[in-house]
């Protein structure tokens, strides 16, 4: 077996800096605060309203267990609402609750233009960005929401959130510096040791950079409600091509589509034009099965999200559906047509 793998945690080939001015492009001129997550950018927010008033917080009962990470730091109450299999929330907000919407996998909730025409006046309306930062996801400014996202899951990008509430932050402590600065230079190895496909597999060396990337997770979970980030972090955003990114995942979603029609179970049926997705989303009912056996050919494939522990499954039965099917299919940047080919091949035998 060689080197050569697809999916995994994004690898660095060279440190191409850009001016953070350059960040309000993806911010569709709304103004804003970048932080060190995607979580810490959600506290952000959530600190103005509870500032408000808001003391209960509704999510939908498909998600990672992160984004209730600072709800309960904050000591807000939160509750779960349905989402079926279509990816589409149905939410009933209690009057000067606040209530947040995942745009899943990149494609807007078809559920988000009533929202956004009853916020404001009945509740607060919170966006999560994350799997969509890179889609149109604009609105009218007569649209009374919050939004957040991190571009972490899009490329490799140590540190970074970003929230539509303005804050002023405290410098970052030495230990997310050292954390930042570790995590670039495992991207960096990780990179050189991925150009050398023709060794075998070294278990040590990747240890190494898994290592580092572990570390930057588990002082996200330690500190969920930390918002500082380091310069240099918002400088690798500023200096990502992401144009091509956008066009690489787009093209690479067309190529899996046209791979796998008729042979699994997928989740979106088409891309619109304004959309930029995550993945390539197909519902198993083996999926972890499937899952590991992708993984021992070196093609690792990332669950978003497993069963939450504290989401009642009986209750949020199409949620719990999803949480136990859905495998996302890497389509992300590093990959071509060749990659997107067996990576589909490997899939089908599988089935």
């Given at each position: 077996?060689?080197?050569?793998?697809?999916?995994?945690?994004?690898?660095?080939?060279?440190?191409?800096?850009?001016?953070?001015?350059?960040?309000?492009?993806?911010?569709?001129?709304?103004?804003?605060?970048?932080?060190?997550?995607?979580?810490?950018?959600?506290?952000?927010?959530?600190?103005?309203?509870?500032?408000?008033?808001?003391?209960?917080?509704?999510?939908?009962?498909?998600?990672?267990?992160?984004?209730?990470?600072?709800?309960?730091e904050l000591g807000l109450d939160c509750d779960f609402y349905p989402v079926d299999l279509k990816l589409k929330s149905y939410p009933d907000p209690s009057p000067g609750s606040a209530i947040i919407v995942i745009h899943y996998f990149g494609w807007l909730d078809e559920s988000i233009v009533q929202l956004r025409a009853e916020a404001g006046d009945k509740y607060h309306l919170i966006e999560d960005m994350t799997h969509a930062f890179l889609s149109d996801w604009s609105?009218?400014?007569?649209?009374?929401?919050?939004?957040?996202?991190?571009?972490?899951?899009?490329?490799?990008?140590?540190?970074?959130?970003?929230?539509?509430?303005?804050?002023?932050?405290?410098?970052?402590?030495?230990?997310?510096?050292?954390?930042?600065?570790?995590?670039i230079i495992a991207r960096m190895a990780r990179s050189m040791y991925l150009e050398?496909?023709?060794?075998?597999?070294?278990?040590?060396?990747?240890?190494?950079?898994?290592?580092?990337?572990?570390?930057?997770?588990?002082?996200?979970d330690k500190y969920p409600t930390y918002t500082s980030v380091p310069q240099i972090a918002l400088e690798i955003i500023a200096?990502?091509?992401?144009?091509?990114?956008?066009?690489?995942?787009?093209?690479?979603?067309?190529?899996?589509?046209?791979?796998?029609?008729?042979?699994?179970?997928?989740?979106?049926?088409?891309?619109?034009?304004?959309?930029?997705?995550?993945?390539?989303?197909?519902?198993?009912?083996?999926r972890d099965a499937i899952r590991k056996s992708m993984a021992e050919n070196r093609i690792f494939c990332p669950v978003h999200w497993p069963s939450s522990s504290v989401v009642p499954s009986k209750t949020f039965t199409q949620a719990a559906l999803l949480s136990d099917t859905c495998l996302t299919l890497p389509i992300d940047q590093r990959y071509g047509i060749d990659d997107m080919t067996k990576l589909a091949d490997t899939l089908k035998s599988y089935l």
């Open positions: 077996m060689t080197r050569y793998l697809i999916g995994g945690d994004f690898e660095l080939s060279s440190l191409s800096l850009g001016s953070v001015n350059n960040l309000s492009d993806f911010t569709h001129g709304i103004t804003g605060t970048w932080t060190a997550s995607g979580r810490a950018a959600l506290t952000l927010i959530l600190k103005k309203l509870k500032d408000l008033g808001v003391k209960l917080v509704h999510v939908p009962a498909f998600l990672c267990d992160s984004i209730l990470l600072p709800i309960t609105a009218g400014p007569e649209v009374s929401r919050s939004i957040f996202f991190t571009p972490r899951k899009f490329a490799p990008v140590p540190f970074g959130g970003w929230c539509s509430s303005d804050a002023v932050l405290q410098a970052p402590n030495n230990e997310i510096e050292s954390l930042n600065y570790r995590s050398k496909n023709q060794y075998p597999v070294d278990s040590d060396y990747e240890e190494f950079y898994l290592d580092a990337f572990r570390e930057v997770e588990e002082f996200l200096g990502l091509d992401w144009a091509n990114i956008a066009k690489k995942r787009r093209m690479n979603w067309q190529c899996l589509h046209e791979l796998l029609a008729g042979h699994v179970e997928i989740l979106q049926p088409s891309l619109p034009n304004d959309v930029v997705p995550l993945g390539y989303i197909v519902r198993l009912e083996n």
